[in-house]
């Protein structure tokens, strides 16, 4: 399985990070992606693939909560962290967030357009964040849809409109532990099985949204990527199908939208 969102920067991380990974291993994920989220934390996430060169890949971009805090350079920060094509496998995460608005929505759109316009230009992926703002969303990236080389909707939340519409532009769906969640994901459950195999990727988002489907309970609320079977597992049961079609299909997917070498299923 390869996890396509992992956010390993995240302090909650910094103690047991070589036994995460080790755990990981052990789970059966063999590739993670870690995700930048704003200039220092992709800076980070590099570094650490430098570290596990064969085992991890990241983004870099800023995320819709960092917008305000953006420097006046930071794409071409951004540029030439992306020039690291070993390690930087797409631009983001980016987009927009009017769920919590800790980014003012015009710097939010400022932002995330300059990233848009950067994937293009570098030919990249774009890893795309949305929370509660989806017409603004897609009406910033649907003059580019197309000139990118993929576009993954991470750690969709959506209604069956806007999975429609983000299917019909050939967008690829990263679904996380949310669809294990008895209450708030059972939208996502009910529409999930409509997301193409070969449109679909699966993600932790450690170390928030652990899978409310693993018994017994950890005893942290920490997520972590070892936890993916459990997304695999459910969606195995909404979609009807063997597992391992799951996760063939999420990591034939992942490997070639991010070009990770080497990484098996």
């Not at 983000?166 to 967008?171: I, K, Q, S, T, V």
């Amino acid at each position: 399985m390869i996890d396509i969102g992992v956010n390993l920067t995240n302090s909650r991380f910094t103690k047991d990070l070589a036994d995460v990974i080790t755990r990981a291993k052990s789970a059966g994920v063999n590739h993670c992606l870690v995700t930048g989220t704003s200039v220092e934390e992709s800076q980070k996430a590099i570094s650490l693939c430098q570290q596990y060169p064969d085992y991890l890949a990241s983004t870099c971009g800023v995320h819709p909560h960092d917008a305000d805090q953006a420097s006046d350079d930071f794409v071409e920060t951004l540029r030439e962290l992306a020039s690291n094509n070993d390690c930087v496998k797409a631009i983001g995460e980016c987009g927009l967030d009017f769920n919590r608005n800790f980014s003012t929505p015009e710097n939010q759109k400022r932002v995330f357009t300059a990233q848009i316009e950067l994937a293009c230009h570098l030919q990249k992926p774009l890893f795309l964040h949305q929370r509660d703002a989806f017409e603004e969303w897609f009406t910033c990236l649907k003059p580019f849809i197309g000139q990118v080389p993929a576009m993954v909707s991470h750690c969709f939340t959506g209604n069956q409109r806007e999975l429609e519409i983000c299917l019909a532009h050939d967008m690829y769906i990263g679904i996380t532990g949310w669809v294990c969640d008895e209450r708030r994901g059972k939208e996502l459950q009910s529409i999930v099985n409509l997301i193409p195999l070969d449109r679909l990727m699966i993600e932790t988002d450690a170390p928030y949204l652990t899978p409310r489907t693993i018994r017994p309970r950890p005893k942290s609320s920490r997520n972590e990527p070892s936890y993916l079977d459990y997304v695999a597992s459910t969606l195995a049961e909404l979609y009807g199908v063997e597992k391992h079609l799951i996760m063939e299909h999420s990591s034939e997917n992942a490997r070639q939208v991010f070009q990770l070498g080497g990484a098996h299923d």
